[in-house]
């Protein structure tokens, strides 16, 4: 669940909290429309959320998890852009 209920948020810490939680604070922006352009050029990596992932496996170790998800070994991937 990806929530800004701040009925849910002041659960945390209580016995009434969900038995899972991830909190986490940040900003990003885009001009309109920019996400979508990115996201249809793939210029992301997209897999579906994993619970596993995200509440059991060590925090280092998520990004290549989810990329084992979508069958990529991140060791294969190339830190440079090629301009042919």
């Known amino acids: ?9 002041e ?5 009434s909290q969900p038995p899972e939680a991830l909190v986490a ?8 429309g920019q996400l979508e352009h990115e996201l249809l ?7 579906e959320a994993d619970s596993n992932i995200l509440f059991h496996t060590p925090i ?8 084992q998800k979508l ?9 440079q852009a090629g301009h042919a």
């Open 60 to 67: 280092a170790d998520r990004w290549q998890a989810a990329a």
């Open 41 to 47: 050029e793939n210029s992301w990596l997209t897999v």
């Open 71 to 79: 069958g990529i070994d991140i060791h294969t991937i190339a830190t």
């Open 11 to 15: 659960t945390l810490g209580t016995a």
């Open 25 to 32: 604070l940040g900003y990003s922006g885009w001009e309109a």
């Open 1 to 9: 669940m990806i929530t800004t209920s701040k009925d849910v948020l």
